[in-house]
């Protein structure tokens, strides 16, 4: 029996990417803003339905560059059912991460807990748009206009999203993608920041190459944190077959659904009518009293049937063992328990749907009584 893992990365013909990388062999230009970056930024941002983006080396540091282009200081509201670079980047930039209930109905930060979390310390609000699903962005928008916060959102998830048909790329002051291998999207490793502002443009492109100005000036501290041209090069072959990869997790959304939405003890998140999905994810929540088995228990049982789901996202970040003492006080009952039930099931473009039949089999082989 074959083993299936929780992803899998697209690829494009070995021929084509070959073809796109050939001419670097003559110009010797391998990173630093070459003709490749210049090409993949261009076709991202008109497939993403934003201004402007600015390609980088990662998600994450898409993240932390970001915060530090916004100077950002003081505590930054955010959610703790997230992957750990969430979290991570809002510490590593000297802020205090504040973390934030979630939703029951899409795992997003809750809007209607903000207010309270306020201080005079607070600068910025981050939200995650966790597995593709949209935040509440109208809602956080207001909060962040009365109290005059930045809004910086994780949109590691939500590549070529949208929300009323706009590119989520456009909502909050900055969105970070991730064109991670393990993401709907990717360029090996990549990520971008997509912003409104060219003061901002011109600070992440200081950012992300040491600070340089010119040839002879830095005048900030900067990082290096520059996609190079092999990756971008990735990214545009990727980028062709986008919406093909898209419609086939369509398919395998609809057959999950067909076996286990409606199920007494499993909850799916809804599919919300003014959201153009990427289908990134497959999350499930069991309820064990009434499905009968934990998580953890059709975890074990899927492992034994060769599929590997994921606990994502477990632990929440606030409890995670770096942050011992720190943040794990915190009351956040709703992020509590969803990482506690949910299992992330395999999701990706070539995932055969007798494969999706095969793992719901197994699940539904663990219910009991009813
Ligand atoms: C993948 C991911 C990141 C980090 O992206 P990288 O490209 O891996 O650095 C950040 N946030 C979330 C929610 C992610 O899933």
């Not at 593709?132 to 959102?153: E, H, M, S, T």
Request: charged share 25%.
């Amino acid at each position: 029996m074959d083993k299936i893992l929780v992803t899998r990365p697209s690829m494009p013909p070995i021929d084509e990417y070959i073809s796109e990388i050939q001419e670097l062999w003559e110009s010797r230009w391998l990173t630093n803003m070459g003709s490749k970056h210049r090409k993949l930024q261009g076709k991202l941002e008109s497939y993403l339905g934003v201004d402007h983006i600015e390609l980088l080396v990662n998600g994450h540091m898409a993240l932390e560059l970001g915060m530090q282009a916004l100077n950002l200081q003081g505590e930054v509201i955010t959610t703790p059912f997230t992957f750990a670079s969430t979290t991570h980047a809002i510490v590593r930039s000297g802020l205090e991460p504040v973390f934030c209930d979630i939703c029951r109905d899409n795992f997003t930060l809750d809007a209607d807990l903000i207010e309270d979390l306020i201080t005079e310390k607070t600068c910025a609000i981050l939200p995650v748009h966790v597995y593709g699903n949209i935040c509440k962005v109208d809602k956080i928008q207001k909060v962040a206009d009365k109290y005059g916060l930045k809004v910086i959102y994780d949109a590691a998830h939500a590549f070529g999203e949208r929300y009323d048909e706009i590119g989520i790329g456009n909502f909050g002051d900055i969105s970070c993608f991730s064109f991670h291998a393990t993401k709907v999207y990717n360029s090996i490793e990549g990520g971008a920041v997509s912003y409104k502002s060219s003061a901002l443009g011109a600070r992440l492109r200081k950012l992300k190459d040491f600070g340089i100005s010119g040839p002879e000036e830095v005048c900030e501290v900067g990082t290096n944190a520059k996609m190079n041209e092999f990756a971008a090069a990735m990214g545009i072959c990727n980028l062709r077959y986008i919406d093909a990869e898209v419609g086939k997790r369509r398919e395998i959304d609809e057959r999950y659904r067909y076996w286990l939405d409606g199920i007494h003890g499993i909850y799916l998140s809804p599919k919300n009518e003014r959201v153009k999905s990427n289908y990134a994810y497959f999350p499930v929540v069991f309820d064990k009293e009434k499905f009968g088995c934990n998580r953890d228990e059709i975890y074990n049982e899927l492992k034994k049937n060769g599929v590997f789901a994921r606990k994502y996202f477990y632990p929440a970040t606030n409890t995670l063992e770096c942050f011992h003492g720190k943040y794990d006080k915190v009351k956040l009952p709703v992020a509590l328990e969803i990482s506690q039930k949910v299992l992330t099931l395999p999701l990706y473009a070539d995932l055969p749907l007798t494969d999706v039949d095969r793992i719901c089999s197994v699940i539904l082989q663990c219910r009991k009584g009813e």
